[in-house]
């Protein structure tokens, strides 16, 4: 199993920045695509950014030039700076890895979709 935990959400003015960490941990083999998605009131969850283990990066338009995904692959963490940050950014957050990771109950290395539980990034006009 892997665990993901983000954090870095908080209330912040339009046009500042934030910077959020999700940190995987647990019986890792391997760490394939990492993302961020967030979900505002009253919509469906929607892709933010996501980069592959091999650095390469995809972010939704709305966030193009203002936000950037990172990975230390040491670390297993995934970042997010977000910067000019605008009302329609609030949300929560959700990080998410596709992980490879060794499962008792089958004796084998499993490949599973993983998220973390968010963090709320509030941006007030």
């Known amino acids: 199993q892997v665990q993901l935990v983000e954090s870095g959400g908080g209330l912040v003015q339009a046009g500042g920045s934030l910077r959020l960490s999700c940190v995987a941990s647990?019986?890792?083999?391997?760490?394939?695509?990492m993302g961020w998605y967030r979900q505002a009131p009253g919509k469906q969850r929607e892709v933010v950014a996501t980069?592959?283990?091999?650095?390469?990066?995809n972010y939704t338009e709305s966030v193009k030039g203002r936000f950037t995904i990172s990975r230390d692959n040491a670390k297993n963490t995934v970042f997010l700076q977000m910067n000019s940050l605008k009302p329609e950014d609030t949300a929560v957050y959700y990080c998410?890895?596709?992980?490879?990771?060794?499962?008792?109950?089958?004796?084998?290395?499993?490949?599973?979709?993983?998220w973390g539980k968010g963090t709320l990034v509030t941006v007030s006009s």
């Open positions: 980069i592959t283990s091999g650095g390469q990066t």
């Open positions: 998410n890895a596709d992980a490879s990771s060794w499962d008792d109950s089958v004796g084998a290395f499993v490949d599973m979709d993983y």
């Open positions: 647990g019986n890792i083999f391997s760490i394939n695509a």
